[in-house]
């Protein structure tokens, strides 16, 4: 299977999708999973790489693998993602999201956004997002020039923040949301499937760095017939 630059391997697609479901509630404690040829073929992936996916799985204490029985499901209240921060799942929950870079520009700070980070200038980056496949959301996100000057889309992972925190030592730590009620940009690509100007549930992010600084404000525009905003409390 090829992949795009700055993408998951296909593993940790897999391990991410699973974890994501454990959090949804998808994949409930004591579980036990179908077989693994047989769940390999059901993800269209090779046994080999399920595998992988299992013991990472096992790693993080999410699964117990019985010899001669089978895999079964360990739940825990806070299961460690690379999407922790990610709050749109699938109407039925769970789903493993995917980015397609639409655009990365570096761009003076726009009148409107909330104050963040130094710098006059940020890097704005768009985004679709998809789950598990389905356009779910748009994404703009402003990441504040001072942490590096230049980005090239395909140095992009299909998550921002292991890209944040593998090339630029940033960390974001704490985040606020704001939902709310918008309207589709005019740059929405026609994969969307909404046309610009409808209406969209819409959230803004003011994320902050390791030491406390506003490093980012991002805007995420998503379908409602597709996705759901969850936060769970621990």
């Known amino acids: 299977m090829t992949q795009p630059p700055g993408s998951l391997p296909i593993y940790l697609q897999i391990t991410e999708l699973l974890v994501r479901d454990i959090a949804a509630g998808r994949l409930i404690d004591g579980e036990r999973l179908a077989p693994e040829r047989e769940m390999a073929e059901q993800l269209g992936i090779a046994v080999g790489t399920l595998r992988k996916a299992l013991a990472e799985l096992q790693a993080r204490g999410l699964l117990e693998r019985v010899q001669g ?20 799942e699938l109407i039925g929950g769970g789903g493993l999201p995917t980015a397609e870079v639409l655009e990365v520009k570096r761009l003076p700070k726009p009148e409107g956004l909330p104050e963040f980070g130094t710098s006059g200038a940020a890097h704005r980056i768009r985004r679709l997002r998809r789950l598990s496949g389905k356009p779910a959301a748009l994404e703009e996100i402003w990441l504040d020039a001072s942490y590096v000057s ?45 046309p610009a100007g409808a209406p969209a549930p819409h959230v803004l992010r003011i994320s902050q760095d390791q030491d406390g600084a506003r490093a980012e404000v991002s805007r995420t525009w998503f379908d409602h017939t597709v996705a759901r905003y969850v936060a769970r409390l621990k």
């Open 69 to 88: 029985s089978g895999n079964y499901i360990k739940a825990v209240s806070d299961p460690k993602s690379l999407y922790s921060m990610f709050r749109l």
């Open 150 to 194: 230049q980005i090239a889309p395909e140095d992009l992972s299909e998550s921002l923040y292991l890209y944040y925190r593998t090339k630029l030592s940033l960390w974001i730590t704490r985040a606020e949301d704001q939902a709310g009620l918008d309207t589709v940009p005019d740059w929405a690509p026609a994969a969307f499937g909404h």
